[in-house]
């Protein structure tokens, strides 16, 4: 993205938090091929039976981000890290929904696989994966936005040292500890 339409869209995005409606109306256009971007990753680590298609999820997100009373965002970047965090959610909330149909099945193992972050192919393996993330966050909040960030958001370490305003390096080192974190805690539970 040019720097040019990423200030743009900064600016859009404080108008709106601004109370300007029609900032919205003009920064959807913008970032719809990015979230469609990220909507169809997230798909296709879903199993195939999955119902939810990509234009839908990003619908979901949309309509969850301008529910949300305060669009305090600080910039593009942020944007698509609430942005991802709102599909998490309305994913594991979809696989809750289906694990609850079929409860009393056991745990498959998730793997953290370095070019994709994580992947996760069944609904029951992404609640696992959200009920660690919880146990992380618990223990340290911003090891758990990196690993939102990059699985969910498909930020670069760039990207998310300038959401969560700390070092490229800082980003680095806690992705390591999340994912080996995560590991054990996945393996714990299988």
């Known amino acids: 993205m040019k720097d ?3 200030h743009q869209i900064t600016q859009l995005l404080a108008d709106w938090s601004s109370g300007d409606e029609r900032a919205l109306e003009q920064l959807m256009p913008m970032v719809y091929d ?3 971007r990220m909507a169809r990753g997230y798909m296709r680590r879903q199993p195939s039976n999955h119902t939810f298609q990509t234009t839908e999820l990003i619908h979901e997100a949309y309509i969850k981000l301008a529910k949300n009373g305060t669009h305090d965002f600080q910039n593009r970047a942020h944007f698509f890290g609430v942005a991802a965090k709102a599909m998490r959610h309305i994913l594991v909330d979809y696989a809750r929904a289906k694990q609850s149909d079929k409860r009393g099945g056991g745990r498959e193992r998730i793997s953290l696989a370095d070019d994709t972050a994580i992947s996760v192919n ?5 609640v ?3 009920e660690a993330l919880k146990n992380l966050e618990s223990l340290d909040e911003r090891k758990c936005r990196v690993v939102e960030l990059r699985f969910f958001g498909g930020l670069t370490n760039e990207e998310m040292a300038e959401v969560l305003k700390i070092s490229s390096e800082t980003v680095k080192r806690d992705w390591r500890f999340a994912r080996n974190w995560l590991l054990r805690e996945l393996a714990v539970g299988t």
């Open 122 to 126: 069944r609904t029951d393996q992404l």
């Open 128 to 130: 696992a994966l959200d």
């Open 4 to 6: 040019g339409e990423s």
């Open 34 to 36: 990015e979230l469609r």
